[in-house]
Nanobody
Framework: QVQLVESGGGLVQAGGSLRLSCVAS????????MGWYRQAPGKQRELVGT???????NYADSVKGRFTISRDNAKNTVYLQMNSLKPEDTAVYYC?????????????WGQGTQVTVSS
């Protein structure tokens, strides 16, 4: 019903920057929450940040001040600008699409994109 296509992952040195993009298509709603989650090797998936169609943002404490989430509602696209990257940020990053009036069981996920930060 909803497809998420991610791009922008790759290898970057510590202290560098990277921008991820995620485009939602299909049966999308104009009122939604999109966000980014990540999963590091040997760890569970965790929240990075979310943004509603109204522009309300939420960030994990570990990325506040370094990462910025934004969106273009006309393009149904969410971005994650990552600055001052650390090796601890190395993970597979997943795009998420959520309808606030439905259960999280109805969420959609991207395929994931690898972000590797070298020392």
């Amino acid at each position: 019903q909803v497809q998420l296509v991610e791009s922008g992952g790759g290898l970057v040195q510590a202290g560098g920057s990277l921008r991820l993009s995620c485009v939602a298509s299909g049966s999308t709603s104009t009122r939604n929450v999109m966000g980014w989650y990540r999963q590091a090797p040997g760890k569970q998936r965790e929240l990075v940040g979310t943004i509603s169609s109204a522009g309300i943002t939420n960030y994990a404490d570990s990325v506040k001040g370094r990462f910025t989430i934004s969106r273009d509602n006309a393009k149904n696209t969410v971005y994650l600008q990552m600055n001052s990257l650390k090796p601890e940020d190395t993970a597979v990053y997943y795009c998420n699409y959520h309808l606030w009036y439905l259960s999280h069981e109805s969420d959609y996920w991207g395929q994931g994109t690898q972000v590797t930060v070298s020392s």
